[in-house]
């Protein structure tokens, strides 16, 4: 199994980190300031998108583009170094329109939108004009099994009618933000998976209510993770995708490639811990010696670094997978990436904050902002829990697949 770069993906990536240094980098002192006073930084936004969409580094993450969109054609093992790149600073994937939750909506459009939809859409949001939203999670049930759901979506003659609340809701605060993917139940009592559809809502509907910007463990998003109501919002029965009761099927489908750029962005982010934690235990001094010279920091350079390598090797493994079998084909591989990368960011982000000690908690270095990251998407695409039940219960149905062999083996061994 050969996991090394291809020419293409070794150019890209030389250009994508040069670009990151030499235009992003010099930027995060003014988006911080920005952020903290409460204004999301739009117009130099606009400035870097529009300099990476000359440059060609635009829409990476799709590999289904036609000959008239924007973008580069790439394999999920392709792009999947570019996102850890992207990683390293965490905003900068919107500068390349390859930011979450656009990327798994666009593909959405792609896969099951209609003509009409696609041009009123897709097409904007593969030129980044406009940034969007998808709304599952919800507070009153638990989200981790989306066949919860209780957002209503109900046939009103040419019309759907939508009433629910939905929560950490990704990019709804973005200025920019103007389209929902809602995801709710057209039928109640259909079989268990057929219950669920999505349908198109924009920004501007009536009765669409952005209640507030959640902040996770203290640490505030500027594009949001919002909670949202929707009462009685009235759509045409046009902006349903796809047919009632596919929703669950489009959620599922949605979902595997975007959790490829999800944990190679912890990946590269995990890098940056590394990288500050080694640099700082070479320049700081205790009891006379330098950081690095005690034994347990030392064990964690080591081990950070071990376990960074591992990680990355799973997750090509998985975008290889998911491009030669589809998500299907690699769901427990996408399960196993989905709990190995926030763990992995949290524990190498946790060991560099204490070499830092209180800086490292501190808003000067991006520390505290990653072991957040980690932390929140240990939830987001399904919690640790859900994963792990996946990987079992597939690691069991292989077994019992194996029995045969297994009994044979044990059966033929010396006693």
Request: hydrophobic share 40%; proline share 5%; glycine share 6%.
């Amino acid at each position: 199994m050969d996991f090394s770069y291809t020419e293409k993906t070794e150019q890209l990536r030389t250009r994508v980190r040069n670009f990151l240094d030499d235009h992003i980098l010099p930027r995060t002192g003014q988006w911080s300031q920005d952020i903290a006073a409460g204004v999301f930084p739009v117009s130099f936004m606009e400035d870097l998108k529009s300099l990476a969409k000359s440059e060609g580094l635009w829409n990476l993450f799709l590999p289904h583009l036609r000959d008239d969109e924007p973008g580069t054609r790439l394999t999920n093992l392709e792009y999947a170094p570019l996102a850890e790149i992207m990683g390293r600073v965490p905003w900068s994937s919107e500068v390349f329109n390859c930011n979450a939750p656009d990327t798994g909506n666009m593909e959405v459009l792609h896969m099951f939108g209609s003509q009409a939809q696609k041009a009123q859409w897709l097409t904007p949001l593969l030129n980044g004009e406009i940034r969007s939203a998808f709304a599952m999670t919800e507070p009153d049930v638990a989200s981790s099994d989306a066949t919860n759901i209780q957002t209503s979506i109900t046939r009103d003659g040419d019309d759907y009618v939508i009433n629910g609340r939905k929560w950490f809701i990704t990019n709804a605060h973005h200025p920019n933000c103007k389209i929902f993917i809602v995801m709710g139940k057209t039928d109640f009592n259909a079989e268990t998976y057929r219950q669920q559809s999505m349908v198109l809502v924009p920004m501007n509907t009536p009765g669409v209510e952005l209640v507030r910007n959640i902040t996770t463990i203290n640490h505030h998003s500027p594009e949001g993770h919002s909670e949202v109501l929707f009462r009685d919002v009235r759509v045409p029965a046009s902006n349903l995708i796809a047919d009632e009761g596919d929703g669950f099927m489009i959620a599922q489908a949605r979902l595997g490639p975007g959790r490829i750029h999800h944990c190679m962005r912890a990946i590269g982010m995990s890098e940056v811990c590394l990288e500050l934690m080694t640099a700082r235990s070479q320049e700081r001094k205790s009891f006379g010696k330098y950081l690095h010279q005690h034994g347990s920091i030392s064990e964690w350079i080591a081990r950070s670094r071990i376990e960074i390598e591992q990680a990355r090797l799973l997750v090509l493994k998985t975008a290889a997978m998911i491009d030669q079998v589809g998500a299907r084909g690699a769901r427990k591989e996408i399960s196993m990436i989905k709990v190995v990368a926030p763990n992995l960011l949290t524990t190498v982000a946790d060991r560099a904050m204490q070499v830092f000690g209180a800086m490292g908690v501190s808003p000067d270095t991006p520390l505290a902002d990653f072991y957040t990251g980690g932390r929140v998407l240990r939830f987001a695409d399904g919690p640790d829990e859900v994963h792990l039940q996946t990987i079992a219960r597939l690691e069991l149905r292989e077994s019992r697949d194996r029995l045969a062999d297994i009994t044979n083996y044990l059966t033929s061994s010396p006693r």
